[in-house]
């Protein structure tokens, strides 16, 4: 079993930045695809961004393309996802997602992913 919690959610204005982490405990060790989800007001969970197992590739949503960046610290089992030029669209519920190991393409697809953290909330106002 994996663990994952949120941290860094918070508040901004729009056109700032935050920076989001993932900590994953329990059994962490291997390579597993991770992904960042989130889900706005009245929309459906989404795919924001993804890892490969072994970090080599990543993946944005068109969405957040050239404004979000995720990376992950294998030593601290830790996953990021900054933020920058933050608009009101991006205000949402975000999610940490892991497969299962040895699962280490990325995919959109929210089945794919086995364990789920419970959320940190964004909020960006204009």
């Known amino acids: 079993q994996v663990q994952l919690v949120e941290f860094g959610g918070g508040s901004v204005q729009a056109g700032g930045s935050l920076k989001l982490s993932c900590v994953a405990s329990?059994?962490?060790?291997?390579?597993?695809?991770m992904a960042w989800f989130r889900q706005g007001p009245g929309k459906e969970r989404e795919f924001v961004s993804g890892i490969s197992g072994r970090s080599d590739r990543t993946m944005y949503a068109d969405s957040v393309r050239g404004r979000f960046t995720i990376s992950r610290d294998g030593a601290k089992n830790t996953l990021y996802l900054k933020m920058d030029n933050l608009n009101v669209e991006d205000t949402g519920d975000y999610y940490c997602?892991?497969?299962?190991?040895?699962?280490?393409?990325?995919?959109?697809?929210?089945?794919?992913?086995?364990?789920w953290g419970q959320g940190t909330q964004v909020t960006v106002s204009s």
């Open positions: 997602a892991a497969r299962s190991p040895r699962s280490v393409a990325i995919t959109t697809a929210q089945i794919s992913y086995k364990y």
């Open positions: 329990g059994d962490a060790s291997g390579d597993y695809a």
